[in-house]
């Protein structure tokens, strides 16, 4: 059974730092992504893998968050730091079964998700 599980999510100070991690169960997915979704607003592509391993961030992340992936443990995860408020939102990962050169950050173009975790970051 495909099974997508997130852990990691917690409260933290502005300029923190967390770490999710993504265990991927059923299946090895070559393409994988972070998403998140603050109340009120759209799902958004946080960070994504590619099954060449090319990989792809969001703005408003670059430089501050690491998207990685250990095969045999056949889990994805998330480095963030110099966390802000702004970054507060369920965070979700994502997978896709096919092949991909190009990481994407479309919703649309994954069709596993995990249950979500929460990160919320104060001032």
């Known amino acids: 059974q495909v099974q997508l599980v997130e852990s990691g999510g917690d409260s933290v100070q502005a300029g923190g730092s967390l770490r999710l991690s993504c265990v991927a169960s059923g299946y090895t997915y070559s393409n994988m992504a972070w998403f998140r979704q603050a109340p009120g607003k759209e799902r958004e592509g946080v960070a994504a893998s590619s099954s060449v391993r090319r990989t792809t961030y969001a703005d408003s992340v670059k430089g501050r968050f690491t998207i990685s992936r250990d095969n045999a443990k056949s889990t994805l995860y998330l480095e963030m730091s110099s966390l802000k408020p702004e970054d507060t939102a369920t965070y979700y990962c994502?997978?896709?079964?096919?092949?991909?050169?190009?990481?994407?950050?479309?919703?649309?173009?994954?069709?596993?998700w995990g249950q979500g975790t929460q990160v919320t970051v104060s001032s």
């Open positions: 994502a997978a896709y079964r096919g092949f991909r050169t190009l990481p994407s950050l479309v919703p649309a173009d994954y069709n596993y």
